[in-house]
Nanobody, 127 residues
């Protein structure tokens, strides 16, 4: 089992930036594909971005492409999400997730492919 704890959320003005962190327990962090999802008020949880085990491959959802950057530090068991040029539409609870998926052709973008989830951190972007 893996325990995931997000941090770094808060209130920011449109156009501003935030960096989210996800601290993972255990010794197998580098064996997991990691991802970020978000849930806006009244909406379904949606895919934001995923990163491969080594960090050499990423997949971004269209709404955040060119604005958000995912990275990981396997030595520290930490996943990051750098969010720039934030928009009010980015307001949501952001969740980090870990996948035990083995072989794959593309990084997973569906919730069902992730096995462990954090509790989420609130990001609010004002106009």
């Amino acid at each position: 089992q893996v325990q995931l704890i997000e941090s770094g959320g808060g209130l920011v003005q449109a156009g501003g930036s935030l960096r989210l962190s996800c601290a993972a327990s255990g010794r197998r962090f580098s064996s997991y594909i990691m991802g970020w999802f978000r849930r806006a008020p009244g909406k379904e949880r949606e895919f934001v971005v995923a990163i491969s085990r080594s960090g050499d491959s990423t997949e971004y959802g269209d709404p955040v492409k060119d604005r958000f950057t995912i990275s990981r530090d396997n030595a520290k068991n930490v996943l990051y999400l750098q969010m720039n040029s934030l928009k009010p539409e980015d307001t949501a609870v952001y969740y980090c997730a870990a996948s035990r998926l083995g072989a794959y052709y593309y990084l997973p973008t569906r919730e069902g492919n992730y096995d462990y989830w954090g509790q989420g951190t609130q990001v609010t972007v004002s106009s």
